[in-house]
């Protein structure tokens, strides 16, 4: 199993351009999430899902947004980047046990994004 | 959602026993604690989690007291690659999709 996967790992983009950051997972959890971590700080809650067809905001969503097609998949979009959006950017899965969520999130390697 | 705070750094030599002691006062009655260990360019890593009394592990024990506004995360004999940041978690997943906060956590230096 490959866990929790990122594309792309580096990505540079000029202000004002749009991107999607791509997230898949081969563990067939039903949550994921998308965070953001800035230098020397904690990891931010951008959106979430709960399960396919479904997303939610999180503590910093304005900016982005998200789609979850596939269960496996969980797309974040940056629509008009800018400076702030600098970042590196983690997406993580989770799963349910006897009907409450785990506490333990899959983390994948994240991607590094730069906004010029 | 519970505030956490934790050292910001911690330093220690190879084999000795670590406890990094992280503060949630308000904590909630549905909170559970949960600690994350994160290396430099890569995702946190669950660690442990518990809700009251002693949690052990392969790698570590989680040490909470009655009341529950604290918290002491105890990595046994630590080596180099113990080196990582360590993270405090306070929440409960019954709500808004398991969200789950971190705060700036601490940074284990292990030296040889």
């Known amino acids: 199993n490959a866990g929790v996967t990122q594309t792309p790992k580096f990505r540079v983009l000029k202000t004002g351009q749009s991107m999607t950051l791509l997230c898949a997972q081969d563990?067939?959890?039903?949550?994921m999430y998308w965070y953001r971590q800035d230098p020397g700080m904690g990891l931010r809650l951008i959106h979430y899902?709960?399960?396919?067809?479904?997303?939610a905001k999180g503590e910093v969503p304005d900016g982005y947004n998200v789609s979850r097609l596939k269960k496996q998949n969980f797309l974040l979009g940056l629509e008009s980047a800018a400076p702030s959006q600098t970042s590196v950017y983690f997406c993580?899965?989770?799963?349910?046990?006897?009907?409450?969520?785990?506490?333990?999130?899959?983390f994948g390697p994240g991607t590094r994004l730069t906004v010029t | 959602l519970a505030k956490t705070t934790q050292p910001i750094s911690m330093d220690s030599y190879e084999g000795q026993e670590v406890n990094i002691t992280c503060s949630h006062n308000?904590?909630?009655?549905?909170?559970?604690i949960t600690w994350y260990q994160q290396f430099p360019s890569q995702g946190p890593r669950f660690i442990i989690q518990g809700y009251k009394t002693k949690v052990t592990n392969e790698v570590a024990s989680l040490f909470i007291p009655a009341d529950r506004k604290s918290s002491t995360l105890s990595l046994p004999r630590v080596s180099l690659s113990d080196t990582a940041v360590y993270y405090c978690?306070?929440?409960?997943?019954?709500?808004?999709?398991?969200?789950?906060?971190f705060g700036q956590g601490t940074e284990l230096s292990v030296k040889p």
């Open positions: 978690l306070v929440g409960s997943t019954d709500n808004q999709g398991g969200k789950l906060i």
């Open positions: 563990m067939n959890h039903e949550y």
């Open positions: 899902s709960v399960g396919e067809g479904t997303t």
């Open positions: 308000n904590i909630a009655t549905n909170d559970y």
């Open positions: 993580a899965s989770s799963y349910s046990l006897g009907g409450s969520l785990s506490y333990e999130q899959y």
